[in-house]
């Protein structure tokens, strides 16, 4: 996968200083959700296609009442992301729930080493969990401006899942695996680590600027992300290699698999390493806002190969599976990199599966 440059007619969002036209971006698909929900042949198998050379690929939300719907929920919600993070340090700091091994609440800027030399990230998250909103557990501390937006949040949480069932269900026909074999992993009503995180990274100084979230792959096993700035950027396939940035498009949502999708078939799909570095262009001097959908297995899923695809790899000589369920590995990597947690850090460990994908796709 060769990057690009982007051409002049390729839209922006209003009221945003523009993305750049000269900086190298990834091809990544563009996929229609109203062709995915109404079966178009052509459009599943493509989305398989992105699902194994890259992992990473743009879902237009705008052709489709589902996605339309979605939209409008994520607009309302980047407000609600604006007024959260203006609160206090100090009342922030109350909902960080990270010492009761909780990734749930609050995560201060400079909480997270994001590479081997122990620079601290440059973002501020707050982690919403779905079992909360849903009242599949009992409800968290919140600050008030959340409480207000639990209905909202509610709404958008349902909109993302059924875009990851939509994926998911594609994905486990393409594979031909029996009905439903992968989307009752991520039942909605059962008890996982998805949650819906708010970002803000603001401007880095001019003098200093460097990568605000380290190269990782994800955990879960669908990412839904809106943001309206670049600076997410892609490390593709491949040993020359170099990051590009990934660029936001009005009306899309950037979709990734995650590590648990590559243990499900054994590599054959990709999670994609990637990082978020300083907005390209006049776009560095804004305040960077995210909104991001995170669907992870239930929590009682151990991460291990699927049976029943003649289409995942089969498993290796001397290739080994870890005994590990979903739960206890979204904690180890969620908090692996918090700097509260310095004496157990292992950077490699906190990465994820790159190294699984990579070396079997290269």
Do not use: C
Request: cysteine-free.
């Amino acid at each position: 996968m060769q990057p690009q440059t982007e051409q002049t007619d390729m839209p922006n969002f209003p009221g945003i200083p523009p993305f750049p036209d000269d900086v190298s971006t990834a091809p990544l698909l563009r996929l229609s959700s109203g062709k995915l929900l109404e079966g178009d042949p052509a459009e599943h198998r493509r989305l398989f296609q992105a699902s194994t050379d890259i992992g990473f690929f743009y879902l237009d939300l705008s052709d489709s009442d589902q996605g339309s719907s979605l939209l409008g929920d994520a607009d309302d919600l980047f407000q609600v992301g604006e007024r959260l993070f203006e609160l206090s340090p100090e009342e922030k700091k109350q909902y960080d729930f990270s010492g009761q091994n909780s990734y749930f609440g609050y995560k201060a800027q400079g909480a997270m080493v994001v590479d081997k030399q122990g620079n601290l990230d440059r973002n501020e998250f707050y982690n919403v969990s779905k079992d909360d909103i849903m009242g599949i557990s009992d409800p968290l501390p919140a600050p008030e401006t959340l409480h207000k937006s639990r209905a909202r949040l509610g709404s958008f949480m349902q909109g993302s899942h059924a875009i990851v069932t939509l994926i998911l269900d594609i994905l486990n026909d393409q594979l031909a695996l029996p009905k439903d074999t992968i989307s009752n992993l991520h039942r909605q009503q059962a008890v996982s680590g998805d949650q819906v995180r708010f970002v803000k990274a603001p401007p880095q100084p001019v003098d200093d600027r460097r990568t605000a979230l380290g190269q990782h792959t994800d955990f879960g096993s669908v990412t839904v992300l809106f943001n309206r700035l670049g600076g997410l950027q892609v490390l593709p396939p491949g040993p020359d290699a170099e990051w590009v940035y990934v660029r936001p498009l009005p009306g899309h949502a950037i979709v990734n698999l995650g590590d648990a999708m590559v243990k499900f078939t054994n590599g054959l799909f990709r999670s994609n390493i990637h990082r978020v570095v300083v907005p390209p262009g006049l776009q560095a001097e804004s305040t960077r806002y995210s909104l991001v959908y995170f669907a992870r297995p239930e929590d009682s899923v151990m991460l291990r190969r699927l049976e029943g695809s003649d289409l995942i790899p089969v498993m290796e000589d001397g290739q080994t599976e870890e005994e590990i369920n979903s739960k206890d590995w979204i904690i180890r990597r969620a908090l692996g990199r918090r700097v509260d947690r310095a004496n157990d850090l292992d950077f490699e460990k906190s990465a994820g599966t790159e190294q699984l994908s990579r070396r079997i796709k290269d």
